[in-house]
């Protein structure tokens, strides 16, 4: 990357979740800084790394030192990194989370991971075309529009095997195939980044980091199927994305990449942005069709698929941003190579994104095969404040929550499914001992009923139906029949209604009521919440033998809940406490516990 | 025409359709499978999940109502697992339906509960929730309930096919509510009142208010008719109970009827209704007994016969009559009284359209069928008021549009229609004869019509180009559409393979326009199904046919054939005259020859143009007998009022639009006597004995007169000529006195001359009572008028004050008001085209001023 300039090179990370963390500032500083100093340096900006949880990043890129990466960076730390690092050539160590010839603590998050979709993330400059022409950007358009056809394309992306990564991981080059072998005076891509599952934003840091490797992914989507025309349905609530995602529209349009007669051949493309509206049913395909069409956002029973039906009733062919960011690197690599990754059924990688009590959370992509323990403990460093490992959730609302029985299953479509999880577009929320599997299954499914779209009686009743079973359940109100209820509504649920988002609604449910059976039981037969998240459900109590009398317990309860004497032993009044939990906090002998 | 398959449901071979759906098929073998969502006649979404079924080989269950049939497919409808879905989605449902089946209207009919039951669900294991929202009883017509609304989203889909496209749902998931735009009532947001989305409704979400306690669903007895409003004549279902009338409905729930045929009966057992006939004493209409009354008619006609002679004796119906009514009605005139002034609203309604037909095809029946509309590729739609005036034909319009067929409206106004067309040629008000030449010119020009056919059947080309030359001179100044737009309707028109129907008002036609329309015909050999001449009273098409028209005996002969004459005067045993008579218009105006009127059903002082011209003529008769079923505006003026009976009491049949014979059954008991039991009577005492012993009989007398109301068909004429007349204007000029032009028309819930739908609910949805001036914002604005402005129109004839509507479709400088409320009228002109007999002008002069405001307005 350094190549012909000698001047050293600052690259801030301005994603979304580094801007969150002060990378505007972080740049601000730098440039103060260098200003002050006198020293010439220049500054850069790229997209997401990945390493979210050492957000603000910034490199610095020396002819000496090559590439180095600082995590947690904070405006105070910027004069020391340019005096130290780009003046004196000495890098600032304690704070390098990843730089040739440095072993961190980090060093594994990123060594064990297979960066296709990712690869230009994080290093590259998003809204420079150049930056990413350099790194062989428009090379495979180039190629297929001048020595493959279109039907050799999708034999290249049939062969790799690569499934949709929206969620149901069906075969990109079927679909593609359907496309183009259906009638219709017109086609249409669509690029489905509307990115609903909370907790999800692989999507978004690709948009934002590499936006070109998408454009470039649908302008050979169109050439295969024969489509000349295609939207990105972003969701609005990604203004950097879309901003991007414009400003490489742009780019692509005046290098000729996009537009008539792409690179001097009769290839037509153009591509529209469309902002969704933020409903979660929106990203379902024909639902998302029917808000760029200028309906209402609702579902539509298939068959007929959008492939022969789709966009204004013209053959369609709707993928998935991931899926586009891989096609690029397929056609130069080579469908054998991309295969021979990942596993019978599921090839190449995919990216998730980890989060909940994890310590080293952010964006991974990893080649399918892997488990979900190594993804876990070696990638994502294993439980935040050493707690224990208790579940994770694959797939966000759709998805379903696995126990630790089931960490050494390798990550593929069909060994996920089975666990009754699905791959989904990538969420992985892990939870900890401090989490109550009940809370969370009610968590995903308030989500999920909340985003019904209302159409279907089982999905706008059922999911509502069960929300109030769940509810009950936590707060102490639940019978053993509910339990029997519960489990009937979820598969009927699951059985019966017209979309994917009523279908997969229960997973959470189901896959709790399976794997974390007790933790229901308990809550209704002892009326307890072992994880001490369902305040109806938890009782606060003083040890006797821990107790000191000290009475600063007292002084912090907000209803006078707690009685006793000075110097003598304290007790709390169940009636009156609230489970506000200040008590336990304040407590210097660790006297008080949850029950 | 689809190829069949075979396939399989519960065990049994069943050979059907291709292309059909899974529930369809099984209807077919007479399997149900539940659904609610689904609504034959309406597209399905799946919505409901009710109708799933197992399909051998498919691993999830399948939505029967969507998934079409595959040759050899299995399909089960009643595994445990299909069971156990159904059940759950009635559960579900049942969860919030907070609905109380003990005095609901639906019980019984309930779809919901038909399926509640069918599943054995005694009771939902869930809380029911009350949804808490208000019921709307803001309009007269429908109640809207929401709380049982369950979200099937059939009365969406109806109200877009054949509504005016005003529901939808709104928000999502357990708050979606059905809604129409900004939650407004009905009446605020454009509502036909049709009332479709409550035919469909499958539950008591959607009710008509008339029915709310007044019958539980098995009680009501159900009696088939039609429509006795616009010239449609829906089939229709009336619901009595015990002699009541509580509902009207369709054999089909997706059957389409407009407000007027749904809600528009109310009127039939309306306390006005009059029972006893009436004699004026002193100046009053006084009660009399049947006997009293009739004698009393007999013996003042048989003075004025004898006195003055027949031709001095004339008689009026109404075509919202029976056939067998108004056939006997001219039986009656012609061979009892002995004269041809017999003539009905056929003159002022469809006059030109039915003489020419008759000229040029030997036959009133030229008409396609409605259901060729609905299958055409090209509809010209020449004056575009028809969603008001017939409501279905407008529904088989927007079918027709939705099957992407091309639409050519040609209308001053920019109504619904238009704004939905292809092609909208908004010409000068009255210039509909000149632009339609100016098509037809055009035509000629770029050789788009049928040589072929020009050539062999048509006798006068030569002398109709000439025609069309002098015609076509100027047409773009004279109808304000532009050249192109022109040629583009003439190359829609000329396109010869295409199905092309011409669609026209014939009320709102006058005599030059029908020749244009024919001669259009003629031009592309459209003869058969090329044209739809909309009648604004169901049995208009009837009553020339039975020969209520001054010139035609019975089957459209005219009078002078003495080979008719001479059969008819066999069978009716009496000398018939052989001079046409007088027509409706010529009875009615100063200097009549006329002494004494019988008038049936018609209320010529609102429906005929001129009011005090109409009252003077008809004051100044020496007697005058009206026969109706209210005391109206005309029947307060009689000598003798008889009291006939309503289409609900009636036997008998209609002929409508399409030329259809429509039966109408007796639903109720008569209220009064039989229209046609008084006219037989009166010609018994009369000392012409009409003896047939039921409406049958009649009906066998008008099939031995008629062949094609046995089965036969019309006489045509093989070879054709082109129909040429210039004979200017048919509105009167505007000036600086007068400088507005008054059109009169139909809206959508008033009728005719109002005296049935001024006494039925629905009028109370009309704007200002249905008494308006509706006039174009821009000309409002210059004087000085808002919404509600009272103001004074005034004419050559007379003046009267009504309310100011703004209404954005009419163009500048025309002004619109209903023809059913007697206040029009008395600005429009009575003066006569010759050759019709007919109103030859169609818009009248006027002058608006804007009348100060005094205190609150009131439309007296
Ligand atoms: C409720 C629901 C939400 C969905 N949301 C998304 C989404 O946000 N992004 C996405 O790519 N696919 C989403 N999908 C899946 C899409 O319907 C569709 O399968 C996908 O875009 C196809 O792309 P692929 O073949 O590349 O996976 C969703 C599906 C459902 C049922
Ligand atoms: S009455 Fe007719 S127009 Fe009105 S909402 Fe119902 S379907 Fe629509
Ligand atoms: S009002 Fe009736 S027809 Fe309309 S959605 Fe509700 S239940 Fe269905
Ligand atoms: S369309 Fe005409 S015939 Fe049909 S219901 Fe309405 S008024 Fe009656
Ligand atoms: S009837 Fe088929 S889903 Fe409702």
């Given at each position: 990357m350094m190549g012909e300039n000698a001047a050293p090179k600052i690259v801030v990370g301005l994603g979304s979740c580094g801007i969150a963390a002060g990378a505007r500032e972080v740049l601000a500083a730098f440039e103060r800084e260098l200003k002050r100093q006198g020293v010439r340096a220049k500054l850069g900006r790229t997209g997401c790394l990945g390493l979210c949880y050492r957000e603000v990043l910034a490199d610095v890129i020396t002819k000496s030192q090559g590439r180095i990466s600082y995590g947690n960076v904070t405006p105070v730390m910027v004069p020391r990194i340019v005096e130290q690092h780009i003046i004196n050539d000495k890098p600032v160590e304690e704070w390098i989370v990843l730089g040739d010839g440095y072993t961190t603590p980090d060093t594994d998050f990123l060594t064990r991971q297979y960066r296709i979709v990712l690869r230009n993330c994080g290093r590259i400059d998003p809204e420079a075309i150049e930056e990413y022409v350099a790194r062989d950007g428009y090379k495979a358009l180039q190629k297929v529009l001048a020595e493959i056809s279109p039907e050799d394309v999708i034999s290249i992306i049939k062969e790799s095997g690569l499934r949709g990564r929206g969620g149901a991981g069906f075969p990109t080059g079927l679909k593609w195939e359907f496309t183009r072998k259906a009638k219709g005076d017109k086609k249409y891509i669509i690029c489905n980044a509307d990115e609903g599952d909370p907790g999800a934003f692989m999507d978004r840091s690709v948009l934002e980091g590499d936006p070109h490797s998408v454009l470039e992914g649908v302008l050979i989507a169109g050439y295969a199927v024969g489509a000349q025309e295609g939207f990105i349905y972003v969701r609005a609530e990604y203004p950097l994305a879309v901003k991007r995602l414009k400003v490489a529209l742009e780019q692509a349009k005046s290098h000729g990449f996009l537009g008539n007669n792409i690179l001097g051949t009769p290839f037509n493309f153009n591509i529209k942005i469309k902002e969704g509206a933020g409903a979660f049913v929106c990203g379902e395909e024909t639902a998302l069709i029917a808000s760029i069409e200028g309906r209402r956002g609702m579902p539509r029973l298939r068959p007929p698929f959008p492939a022969t039906s789709g966009l204004w009733g013209k053959p369609t062919c709707i993928n998935n941003v991931e899926t586009f960011a891989n096609i690029a690197w397929i056609i130069s690599n080579g469908a054998g190579k991309y295969s021979a990754i990942g596993t019978e059924k599921s090839k190449g990688t995919k990216v998730f994104a980890l989060t909940g009590r994890i310590k080293r959370s952010g964006l991974v992509e990893?080649?399918?095969?892997?488990?979900?323990?190594?993804?876990?403990?070696?990638?994502?460093?294993?439980?935040?404040?050493?707690g224990k490992f208790k579940a994770v959730q694959l797939g966000g609302p759709s998805g379903g929550c696995l126990s630790a029985d089931l960490l050494d299953i390798p990550i593929d479509y069909e060994t996920i499914t089975q666990t009754g999880a699905i791959m989904g577009s990538g969420g992985m929320v892990v939870a900890d001992e401090r989490t109550c599997m009940v809370d969370l299954a009610k968590f995903f499914l308030s989500f999920t009923q909340n985003e019904s779209c209302g159409e279907c009686v089982p999905c706008r009743l059922g999911t509502k139906r069960m929300l109030e079973i769940l509810i009950r359940l936590t707060q102490g109100k639940g019978e053993e029949e509910d339990l029997y209820l519960l489990r009937n509504l979820a598969r009927d649920v699951k059985v019966a209604s017209l979309c994917g988002l009523g279908q997969t609604a229960p997973n959470p449910v189901l896959t709790t009521l399976e794997y974390f059976k007790e933790e229901y039981e308990a809550h209704v037969r002892e009326r307890r919440c072992y994880a001490g998240v369902c305040t109806d459900l938890t009782v606060f109590v003083i040890k006797d033998n821990l107790c000191k009398g000290c009475g600063i317990c007292v002084k912090h309860c907000p209803v006078e809940a707690i009685v006793g004497k000075r110097k003598e032993i304290y007790h709390i009044d169940e009636s009156k406490c609230i489970k506000c939990g200040l008590c336990m906090e304040h407590c210097p002998f660790d006297a008080i516990y949850r029950a | 025409m689809s190829q069949l398959i075979t396939l399989k449901i519960e065990g049994r071979e069943v050979t059907v359709p291709d292309g059909i759906t899974i529930i369809e098929a099984a209807t077919h073998t007479g399997i149900d499978i539940p659904h609610l969502c689904y609504c034959k006649g309406l597209e399905s979404t799946g919505a409901c999940r009710l109708c799933l079924v197992e399909l051998e080989g498919a691993k999830e269950l399948v939505v029967s109502c969507r998934r079409k049939v595959k040759s050899g497919m299995v399909v089960r409808t009643r595994t445990d697992r299909v069971l156990e879905a159904r059940r759950f989605v009635v559960e579900l449902i049942l969860s919030n339906h907070p609905g109380d089946c003990m005095s609901c209207e639906r019980n019984g009919t309930c779809e919901l509960q038909k399926y509640a039951y069918e599943l054995g669900i005694e009771?939902?294991?869930?809380?029911?929730?009350?949804?808490?929202?208000?019921?709307?009883?803001?309009?007269?017509?429908?109640?809207?309930?929401?709380?049982?609304?369950?979200?099937?989203?059939?009365?969406?889909?109806?109200?877009?096919?054949?509504?005016?496209?005003?529901?939808?749902?709104?928000?999502?998931?357990?708050?979606?509510?059905?809604?129409?735009?900004?939650?407004?009532?009905?009446?605020?947001?454009?509502?036909?009142?049709?009332?479709?989305?409550?035919?469909?409704?499958?539950v008591a979400a959607l009710l008509e208010r008339s029915r709310k306690f007044r019958g539980r669903e098995?009680?009501?007895?159900?009696?088939?008719?039609?429509?006795?409003?616009?010239?449609?004549?829906?089939?229709?279902?009336?619901?009595?109970?015990?002699?009541?009338?509580?509902?009207v409905t369709t054999e089909e729930k997706t059957d389409y009827l407009c407000a007027r045929g749904r809600f528009g009966w109310d009127y039939v057992q309306n306390g006005e209704r009059l029972k006893v006939p009436r004699i004026k004493r002193d100046g009053k209409l006084v009660e009399c007994t049947w006997d009293e009354a009739l004698d009393y008619v007999a013996r003042r006609l048989s003075k004025i016969k004898d006195t003055h002679g027949p031709h001095s004796l004339g008689g009026i119906v109404s075509a919202h009559h029976t056939n067998e009514v108004i056939y006997l009605f001219q039986r009656f005139m012609r061979a009892c009284l002995g004269t041809n002034n017999v003539d009905s609203s056929v003159r002022l309604l469809s006059y030109p359209a039915v003489a020419d037909f008759i000229e040029v095809f030997g036959t009133p029946d030229v008409a396609c069928s409605l259901a060729e509309i609905e299958e055409a590729d090209t509809l010209f739609i020449v004056h575009s008021d028809v969603d008001m005036s017939s409501p279905f034909v407008g529904v088989e319009i927007k079918r027709a549009s939705k099957r992407e067929a091309k639409l050519v409206t040609i209308d001053p106004r920019s109504t619904r229609v238009a704004e939905i067309s292809h092609l909208y040629l908004r010409l000068k008000p009255g210039t509909e004869a000149i632009l339609l030449n100016g098509i037809a010119h055009c035509m000629l020009e770029e050789g788009l019509y049928s040589r072929e056919f020009v050539e062999t059947k048509c006798s006068n080309m030569d002398q109709f180009k000439e025609f069309l030359t002098k015609q076509a001179r100027d047409v773009e100044r004279k109808t304000g559409v532009s050249k192109e737009s022109i040629a583009k309707a003439a190359r829609f028109y000329g396109e010869s393979d295409k199905k092309v129907v011409i669609i026209f008002s014939p009320e709102a036609s006058d005599i030059q326009s029908v020749h244009a329309i024919i001669n259009l015909l003629l031009l592309t050999g459209r003869v058969k199904g090329g044209v739809f001449p909309y009648m604004p009273l169901c049995n208009l098409r009837g009553a020339a046919d039975m020969g209520a028209l001054s010139e035609f005996y019975p089957g459209c002969k005219v009078v002078d054939d003495s080979t008719t004459r001479r059969k008819l005067e066999r069978i009716y045993g009496a000398a018939?005259?052989?001079?046409?008579?007088?027509?409706?218009?010529?009875?009615?105006?100063?200097?009549?020859?006329?002494?004494?009127?019988?008038?049936?059903?018609?209320?010529?002082?609102?429906?005929f143009p001129n009011t005090t011209e109409t009252v003077k003529a008809l004051t100044s008769l020496d007697f005058l007998v009206v026969q109706d079923i209210f005391l109206t505006e005309t029947a307060k003026l009689a000598d003798v009022v008889l009291p006939g009976i309503s289409f609900a009491e009636s036997s008998g049949t209609f002929t409508n639009s399409e030329g259809k014979v429509k039966v109408i059954n007796r639903a109720i008991d008569p209220l009064a006597r039989p229209d046609?039991?008084?006219i037989a009577e009166l010609s018994s005492k009369m000392g012409y004995p009409l003896d047939y012993d039921s409406e049958e009989k009649i009906m066998d007398e008008i099939k031995t007169l008629i062949p094609a109301y046995s089965g036969g068909s019309w006489d045509r004429k093989e070879r054709y000529s082109f129909i040429m007349a210039d004979m200017g204007r048919s509105y009167e000029t505007p000036d600086s006195t007068h400088p507005y032009l008054l059109m009169t028309?139909?809206?959508?819930?008033?009728?005719?001359?109002?005296?049935?739908?001024?006494?039925?609910?629905?009028?109370?949805?009309?704007?200002?009572?249905?008494?308006?001036?509706?006039?174009?914002?821009?000309?409002?604005?210059?004087?000085?008028?808002?919404?509600?402005?009272?103001v004074l129109v005034s004419s050559k004839r007379g003046s009267i004050t009504v309310a100011a509507k703004i209404d954005e479709s009419l163009p500048l400088g025309l002004v619109f008001m209903p023809a059913h409320f007697s206040g029009s009228n008395v600005l429009t002109t009575s003066d006569i085209e010759p050759t019709t007999r007919t109103r030859k002008i169609q818009l009248s002069a006027v002058a608006i001023s804007q009348l100060e405001e005094v205190g609150e307005v009131t439309n007296e």
């Open positions: 990893v080649p399918m095969g892997i488990t979900l323990r190594e993804i876990i403990f070696d990638i994502g460093g294993g439980i935040k404040d050493d | 009771k939902t294991r869930f809380t029911v929730k009350d949804l808490g929202y208000p019921v709307d009883t803001s309009n007269p017509l429908i109640e809207r309930n929401y709380n049982l609304c369950i979200l099937c989203g059939r009365c969406i889909r109806i109200c877009k096919t054949q509504g005016s496209d005003i529901l939808d749902f709104m928000q999502r998931g357990m708050v979606t509510k059905v809604t129409t735009p900004l939650d407004k009532p009905l009446q605020e947001v454009d509502c036909d009142f049709c009332g479709s989305c409550v035919a469909v409704c499958p098995w009680e009501l007895n159900k009696t088939k008719t039609a429509c006795s409003y616009c010239g449609c004549s829906c089939d229709l279902l009336i619901n009595t109970k015990k002699g009541e009338i509580v509902k018939l005259p052989d001079k046409p008579g007088l027509s409706s218009l010529e009875m009615i105006q100063s200097g009549t020859t006329i002494s004494g009127l019988y008038i049936l059903g018609e209320n010529p002082v609102v429906s046609w039991k008084i028309g139909p809206t959508k819930f008033d009728f005719y001359d109002g005296s049935r739908t001024s006494r039925s609910r629905i009028s109370q949805l009309e704007p200002f009572q249905g008494e308006y001036l509706g006039i174009n914002p821009e000309d409002a604005k210059s004087l000085g008028i808002t919404e509600g402005s009272k």
